[in-house]
């Protein structure tokens, strides 16, 4: 059974509400975590989503720039479009970001996207209000944008 799948089985038996949870599932080699600060029938709030696979234990900074192109591709979907900001090649990390972020009167607010040698991906919300650091943020999402983004991270590493 698909990640997406077992975490739409997983919710299904769940409470709704706005108590902290996380929930983890597991399915040929990859392992999704969800850290739900909220959830609803129709969406649920993330303060961060993981998928961690055993296929990119050793990959190079060129597969892992080209994961972060793919994805960017993909992800059309979210609040703002996601483009790679930053590769460093020496810690095999490539940084993904909102471009534009969003921009309100007290700041703004952009997804970032972290892709790492050993497996993991991970996307969480950030906001950076004027003259303050920046703060994670919950990532509000419908459910069908949940599953999709499921679907799209587990395409790209194959």
Do not use: H
Request: negative net charge; charged residues 25%; contains cysteine.
């Amino acid at each position: 059974m698909s990640l997406s799948m077992q975490l739409q089985n997983t919710l299904s038996g769940r409470a709704t509400g706005a108590t902290p949870f996380t929930i983890e599932v597991e399915e040929a080699g990859q392992k999704l975590s969800c850290e739900f600060v909220a959830l609803d029938s129709l969406s649920c709030a993330l303060d961060q989503f993981a998928l961690t696979t055993n296929k990119l234990a050793d990959a190079t900074p060129q597969r892992l720039k080209k994961l972060a192109e793919q994805l960017s591709a993909r992800l059309t979907y979210l609040l703002e479009p996601i483009r790679p900001i930053e590769a460093d090649d020496e810690q095999c990390v490539v940084q993904m970001r909102s471009n534009p972020p969003q921009r309100g009167e007290d700041g703004a607010s952009y997804y970032e996207l972290v892709i790492r040698r050993g497996g993991e991906l991970s996307l969480c919300r950030w906001q950076k209000s004027k003259g303050d650091e920046r703060r994670r943020v919950p990532a509000n999402l419908t459910r069908e944008v949940l599953w999709r983004l499921i679907e799209d991270f587990s395409a790209v590493v194959g």
